[in-house]
């Protein structure tokens, strides 16, 4: 059999070789790199430790002769060593702390209220959408039955139906046209007011005042007490002043205003 020779446990058991030495730190010379604020982090952290486990090494270098003799050359040249705590950057002051906190704060705070003031807009927005997709109508709680006639010029405002939205109630609106029933022959027809009375069909054209069209009802027949007949929810209609305006439809066509009223709706 072939014989292996035998490992010492001395050997094997070698510690190995320690990082610093005094050959390490001359040959790199860590020490004046150290002195220089040129040494790495750990590489100083590393030499401070060293230093502290074997301080016979500054002590053959005479560091602190050295020191004192540094600090005398520069009190003789008129430039003395400020050996005072060294003041922090602005950035590390207690202050520039105390005011991040506080802007902290006020940043949370009016992002909350910003945050609650986007969820009562998305509250009110979810009701806006719920009213164009169901509508703003209430069911009305009673009926009424109002009768005008209408004024035979505009701008009288003479005849007028006031409507209140907060009582929600069905109104059924009877507009007399008793004075456009003809009244036998003979009627000149070359008078606009005459064929006015010959007219069996209606058109109502509805304004709000200060803002557009809102409604034209077309083809509108009068009942057997020659009146027209409307039927509104009181809730149907947005506060405001509307204009009526009422126009004959002619057989021949065009149209002939024969009457004004006014709706206000509260």
């Given at each position: 059999?072939?014989?292996?020779?035998?490992?010492?446990?001395?050997?094997?058991?070698?510690?190995?070789?320690?990082?610093?030495?005094?050959?390490?730190?001359?040959?790199?010379?860590?020490?004046?790199?150290?002195l220089?604020?040129?040494?790495?982090?750990?590489?100083?952290?590393?030499?401070?430790?060293?230093?502290?486990?074997?301080?016979?090494y500054?002590?053959d270098?005479?560091?602190?002769?050295?020191?004192?003799?540094?600090?005398?050359?520069?009190?003789?040249?008129?430039?003395?060593?400020?050996?005072?705590?060294?003041?922090?950057?602005?950035?590390?002051?207690?202050?520039?702390?105390?005011?991040l906190?506080?802007?902290?704060?006020?940043?949370?705070?009016?992002f909350?209220?910003?945050?609650?003031?986007?969820?009562?807009?998305?509250?009110?927005?979810?009701?806006?959408?719920?009213?164009?997709?169901?509508?703003?109508?209430?069911?009305?709680?009673?009926?009424t039955?109002?009768?005008?006639?209408?004024?035979?010029?505009?701008?009288?405002?003479?005849?007028?139906?006031?409507?209140?939205?907060?009582?929600?109630?069905?109104?059924?609106?009877?507009?007399?046209?008793?004075?456009?029933?003809?009244?036998?022959?003979?009627?000149?027809?070359?008078?606009?007011?005459?064929?006015?009375?010959?007219?069996?069909?209606?058109?109502?054209?509805?304004?709000?005042?200060d803002?557009?069209?809102?409604?034209?009802?077309?083809?509108?027949?009068?009942?057997?007490?020659?009146?027209?007949?409307?039927t509104?929810?009181?809730t149907?209609?947005?506060?405001?002043i509307?204009?009526?305006?009422?126009?004959?439809?002619?057989?021949?066509?065009g149209?002939?205003?024969?009457?004004?009223?006014?709706?206000?709706?509260?």
């Amino acid at each position: 059999m072939n014989a292996r020779p035998a490992i010492s446990a001395s050997t094997a058991a070698a510690p190995p070789a320690p990082r610093f030495d005094r050959k390490f730190i001359e040959d790199h010379k860590l020490l004046e790199r150290y002195l220089d604020g040129k040494l790495p982090v750990r590489g100083a952290r590393d030499l401070e430790a060293w230093c502290r486990s074997n301080p016979d090494y500054l002590t053959d270098l005479k560091l602190s002769e050295r020191a004192q003799t540094s600090l005398k050359l520069l009190e003789a040249c008129g430039r003395p060593l400020d050996l005072a705590e060294p003041h922090p950057p602005w950035w590390k002051s207690i202050y520039v702390l105390i005011g991040l906190g506080a802007l902290t704060f006020l940043s949370l705070a009016a992002f909350w209220v910003l945050f609650s003031k986007y969820f009562i807009l998305q509250n009110r927005l979810e009701e806006a959408r719920a009213v164009v997709t169901q509508g703003s109508l209430v069911q009305p709680a009673s009926e009424t039955s109002v009768t005008i006639t209408p004024d035979r010029a505009p701008n009288i405002g003479r005849a007028r139906i006031v409507v209140n939205r907060a009582a929600p109630q069905l109104m059924d609106v009877h507009i007399d046209l008793a004075y456009t029933q003809p009244s036998g022959a003979g009627v000149s027809t070359s008078n606009a007011q005459a064929l006015a009375k010959k007219l069996m069909t209606f058109r109502m054209v509805v304004d709000k005042k200060d803002q557009g069209r809102a409604l034209i009802l077309n083809n509108l027949l009068k009942d057997s007490n020659n009146q027209l007949r409307l039927t509104l929810n009181s809730t149907g209609l947005a506060a405001g002043i509307y204009t009526v305006r009422i126009e004959g439809l002619p057989f021949g066509g065009g149209t002939y205003p024969l009457g004004w009223l006014l709706l206000e709706v509260r």
